[in-house]
């Protein structure tokens, strides 16, 4: 019956439009599905008048007794098609499960063609609240998109929606009223650097602080004992971690108690993978303990592991130092049990990906995102290279500033003049590391910059790819395939 509608709808519109075939659902005697022109993508609802209320969009023609309305992707539609399809955010029921964040709000459908090879749990909505900011989207954006590439892609899954690096309640609170079901909190604003503060400071904070009578009766001289490793916390250790973290364990509490009397059921994870310190394994223990002493129930953890974790290259350190800290970390978490670890910037980390699977025992949540946005920009350069180069030199114009909150220590100098790159090899420019880091943290300034009002790129973005649909999803597919595949347990 769907075949006859839809063939019906292609006779009528002599193939004006490109059907998303995977789309095309029925609801009782209604058929939906995704379309798109040269410029945009709609949802065809071919139903009762009833039915078709329910949305705004236009009306443009007839078949059987059943109107045919053409509707915006807009939010309002979003949410009919969430309500009449349960097309929700769930929390995680696996064992390893993958962030697909998406900058541009256009990966979604290549990102759930990955899922049934892959025994993961997607979070299909993962946006940081620092790429919001720069991207000028907000969380509702965010989840609109994904469900709308889940609807044309017709995947039928549970997937997640991650709050990411979230510093403010407020932000919080607006996640949680759009739906989400993952909130990731970073209070590394409130982890103490004390090698850059006055000891002196230190220890008028530890000896007046209200908790430390408590915390040393808990923790002093005690040994935490694992399969092969053994941690005792003597007094000077306990010292240096309280007055590390005490801070940011409270932020912590505060923040999941607001999430606790809002919702009922969702993922908490905290986030310290960006400080400057890596977390060591008594600070390991301690943190997990706090944490659970003040009733804080998270699901995650992404500690700041050792070595260098920047974004859109791989891991920079000692791979068999980082294998020793992780043996032991994984010990404790598999001690201390009922959470996984979380590994952020895991885009292109993919030396470390079968140390995590091993030691995590596959049980495990990597986060991924400029690397979408990176396999788009690949589409950009191999579609017009022309509208690559310019990006490319604005990008140039814009590191300096766009680091100074992800610290990658790319040499732009090094990257090759883009004008004398001739056009059929600019795409190899994505190729190159430091051209990597340029393009990936300069996302923001590329995508919001306007020249008298007008978008300086994301309009032409947007077009080529929409243009270069087939091409950015296969591109998509593969990267993110490669991340996939290493994952595999
Ligand atoms: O760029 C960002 O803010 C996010 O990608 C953020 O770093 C995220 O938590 C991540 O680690 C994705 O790789």
């Given at each position: 019956?769907?075949?006859?509608?839809?063939?019906?709808?292609?006779?009528?519109?002599?193939?004006?439009?490109?059907?998303?075939?995977?789309?095309?659902?029925?609801?009782?005697?209604?058929?939906?599905?995704?379309?798109?022109?040269?410029?945009?993508?709609y949802l065809i609802s071919i139903a009762k008048k009833r039915i078709c209320e329910k949305f705004e969009g236009k009306k443009i023609g007839r078949i059987n007794d059943l109107d045919i309305l053409m509707c915006p992707t807009n939010d309002y539609n979003c949410k009919v098609?969430?309500?009449?399809?349960?097309?929700?955010?769930?929390?995680?029921?696996?064992?390893?499960?993958?962030?697909?964040?998406?900058?541009?709000?256009?990966?979604?459908?290549?990102?759930?063609?990955?899922?049934?090879?892959?025994?993961?749990?997607?979070?299909?909505?993962?946006?940081?609240?620092?790429?919001?900011?720069?991207?000028?989207?907000?969380?509702?954006?965010?989840?609109?998109?994904?469900?709308?590439?889940?609807?044309?892609?017709?995947?039928?899954?549970?997937?997640?929606?991650?709050?990411?690096?979230?510093?403010?309640?407020?932000?919080?609170?607006?996640?949680?009223?759009?739906?989400?079901?993952?909130?990731?909190?970073?209070?590394?604003?409130?982890?103490?650097?004390?090698?850059?503060?006055?000891?002196?400071?230190?220890?008028?904070?530890?000896?007046?602080?209200?908790?430390?009578?408590?915390?040393?009766?808990?923790?002093?001289?005690?040994?935490?004992?694992?399969?092969?490793?053994?941690?005792?916390?003597?007094?000077?250790?306990?010292?240096?971690?309280?007055?590390?973290?005490?801070?940011?364990?409270?932020?912590?509490?505060?923040?999941?108690?607001?999430?606790?009397?809002?919702?009922?059921?969702?993922?908490?994870?905290?986030?310290?993978?960006?400080?400057?310190?890596?977390?060591?394994?008594?600070?390991?223990?301690?943190?997990?303990?706090?944490?659970?002493?003040?009733?804080?129930?998270?699901?995650?953890?992404?500690?700041?592991?050792?070595?260098?974790?920047?974004?859109?290259i791989d891991y920079i350190g000692d791979l068999s130092v980082l294998e020793s800290e992780l043996s032991m970390h994984c010990e404790i978490v598999k001690s201390l049990s009922g959470y996984r670890l979380s590994l952020h910037s895991g885009s292109d980390k993919f030396s470390v990906y079968r140390i995590f699977t091993h030691y995590c025992d596959g049980k495990l949540h990597v986060k991924t995102?400029?690397?979408?946005?990176?396999?788009?920009?690949?589409?950009?350069?191999?579609?017009?290279?022309?509208?690559?180069?310019?990006?490319?030199?604005?990008?140039?114009?814009?590191?300096?500033?766009?680091?100074?909150?992800?610290?990658?220590?790319?040499?732009?100098?090094?990257?090759?003049?883009?004008?004398?790159?001739?056009?059929?090899?600019?795409?190899?420019?994505?190729?190159?590391?430091?051209?990597?880091?340029?393009?990936?943290?300069?996302?923001?300034?590329?995508?919001?910059?306007?020249?008298?009002?007008?978008?300086?790129?994301?309009?032409?973005?947007?077009?080529?790819?929409?243009?270069?649909?087939?091409?950015?999803?296969?591109?998509?597919?593969?990267?993110?395939?490669?991340?996939?595949?290493?994952?595999?347990?």
């Amino acid at each position: 019956m769907a075949e006859n509608i839809v063939e019906k709808f292609e006779k009528l519109f002599k193939g004006k439009y490109k059907i998303y075939y995977s789309s095309i659902r029925k609801l009782e005697k209604s058929f939906f599905f995704m379309i798109r022109d040269q410029k945009q993508k709609y949802l065809i609802s071919i139903a009762k008048k009833r039915i078709c209320e329910k949305f705004e969009g236009k009306k443009i023609g007839r078949i059987n007794d059943l109107d045919i309305l053409m509707c915006p992707t807009n939010d309002y539609n979003c949410k009919v098609i969430r309500t009449l399809f349960n097309i929700n955010p769930s929390v995680c029921k696996k064992n390893t499960s993958f962030g697909f964040g998406d900058r541009l709000g256009l990966a979604t459908p290549a990102h759930t063609t990955l899922i049934n090879k892959y025994d993961v749990f997607p979070v299909l909505a993962q946006q940081s609240v620092r790429e919001l900011s720069r991207t000028h989207r907000n969380f509702k954006d965010v989840l609109d998109s994904a469900i709308w590439g889940i609807f044309e892609s017709g995947y039928e899954g549970e997937f997640g929606a991650d709050a990411d690096h979230v510093k403010d309640i407020n932000d919080l609170m607006q996640a949680a009223y759009e739906g989400y079901s993952m909130y990731t909190v970073d209070p590394s604003d409130h982890v103490k650097n004390i090698d850059k503060i006055n000891q002196g400071e230190l220890v008028e904070f530890y000896k007046s602080h209200p908790l430390r009578k408590e915390i040393e009766m808990i923790y002093s001289g005690k040994v935490f004992s694992f399969e092969k490793s053994k941690f005792t916390m003597e007094d000077k250790e306990l010292f240096r971690i309280f007055v590390t973290y005490v801070d940011a364990i409270e932020h912590v509490v505060k923040c999941y108690e607001a999430i606790k009397n809002t919702k009922k059921n969702f993922d908490f994870e905290v986030s310290i993978d960006e400080t400057s310190i890596p977390t060591s394994p008594l600070a390991h223990i301690f943190i997990v303990h706090e944490l659970r002493r003040r009733g804080v129930d998270f699901q995650t953890l992404a500690l700041r592991f050792v070595g260098q974790w920047q974004k859109a290259i791989d891991y920079i350190g000692d791979l068999s130092v980082l294998e020793s800290e992780l043996s032991m970390h994984c010990e404790i978490v598999k001690s201390l049990s009922g959470y996984r670890l979380s590994l952020h910037s895991g885009s292109d980390k993919f030396s470390v990906y079968r140390i995590f699977t091993h030691y995590c025992d596959g049980k495990l949540h990597v986060k991924t995102a400029g690397t979408s946005y990176l396999e788009a920009i690949r589409t950009v350069a191999e579609a017009s290279p022309s509208l690559y180069r310019n990006i490319h030199k604005y990008a140039l114009t814009c590191f300096e500033k766009d680091n100074t909150s992800y610290h990658v220590t790319a040499d732009i100098n090094k990257i090759p003049d883009v004008d004398n790159v001739e056009d059929s090899k600019v795409v190899n420019l994505l190729d190159i590391p430091e051209v990597r880091q340029l393009i990936h943290i300069t996302y923001g300034s590329v995508l919001t910059e306007k020249i008298n009002g007008k978008y300086l790129f994301r309009d032409e973005i947007y077009r080529i790819l929409h243009e270069n649909e087939f091409l950015h999803y296969k591109r998509i597919r593969d990267h993110l395939g490669k991340h996939l595949e290493l994952l595999k347990n």
